[in-house]
């Protein structure tokens, strides 16, 4: 009952808020939306952090949020690169390469394996969530911005929020959908695919002139939405498993970490943004 207080005293709280900076901000080049992205990266990569490199405390270890955040908001450098340079693939092979060679620099042989060890864990964490927050800063390319992150948060919300409740309610004795979740029931991930359907109808019928196809191509565009969110749930707790972890961190009440929160909103974005484009207007 605790967990399920603190999550509605987040839900009270944090969704007015977060509205509250896409909305407002839009006409300063939707400042909210882009600061958001930065603070969240940033948190969030200091837990990435913890999962791929156990027990890494160097000096340096702030400067892979501070590079993810760089290839996070990477995509607003577009307009000063030539067109036919993507500045996401420069941004983080550029970031990546910065760390490596001051990893190699300061390599010690009383750790002879940490080279290997922490090259791949900087990789990972500039991936996840660096690189795959890329996709929501995209989303300001959408011609109706607002509406557009509006519906994504609320495909992710729903399956959530779908999710928890039919899980709580009716999963007790249903079947487990993966091994590496063992709380996630099979119940569970049909309430919340159904969850992200009935949001996004829902805002189909407020918000028509979004949408520049009909029924047939949504329908399958909300159920991959809510599938992948659902796959991003359980990539994440395979990370947590393989390093003996519940939650990512402590900074969500009743949630964990914050990449416990956004698990599901870095599977789903790039779906979102490149069919987006498409059925978007």
């Known amino acids: 009952m605790k967990n399920f207080t603190q999550r509605l005293l987040l839900f009270v709280f944090g969704i007015p808020l977060l509205f509250f900076l896409i909305v407002c901000f839009q006409k300063y080049s939707h400042a909210g939306w882009l600061g958001l992205i930065a603070l969240v990266t940033f948190l969030s990569s200091y837990e990435a952090v913890d999962l791929f490199i156990p027990g890494y405390r160097a000096k340096r270890r702030h400067l892979i949020p501070l590079a993810a955040v760089f290839i996070a908001l990477s995509p607003l450098l577009s307009p000063l690169l030539p067109q ?12 990546f390469l910065v760390l490596l060679i001051i990893e190699l620099f300061t390599w010690s042989p009383e750790d002879p394996h940490s080279f290997p060890r922490h090259s791949l864990g900087i990789s ?15 989303f300001t390319e959408i011609e109706h911005t607002v509406p557009a992150i509006l519906l994504f948060l609320l495909l992710n919300f729903g399956n959530d929020t779908f ?7 009716f999963g007790k004795n249903s079947p487990k959908i993966a091994p590496v979740s063992p709380k996630k029931s099979l119940i569970g991930y049909i309430g919340g695919i159904l969850g992200s359907l009935l949001v996004g109808f829902l805002f189909y019928r407020v918000y028509p002139e979004l949408f520049s196809r009909g029924i047939p191509y949504l329908f399958p565009f909300f159920l991959l939405i809510a599938l992948s969110a659902n796959i991003g749930d359980l990539v994440e707790s395979a990370f947590k498993r393989g390093v003996s972890k519940k939650d990512s961190g402590r900074l969500m009440p009743g949630r964990g970490g914050l990449l416990d929160s956004i698990d599901s909103l870095l599977f789903s974005a790039p779906f979102f943004y490149y069919i987006g484009i498409i059925l978007l207007n």
């Open 163 to 169: 999710a928890y409740i039919f899980g709580m309610l």
């Open 124 to 138: 990972a964490a500039l991936l996840y969530p660096g690189f795959l927050m890329t996709y929501p800063s995209r």
């Open 84 to 95: 036919q340079i993507d500045p996401v693939p420069l941004m983080l092979s550029g970031t």
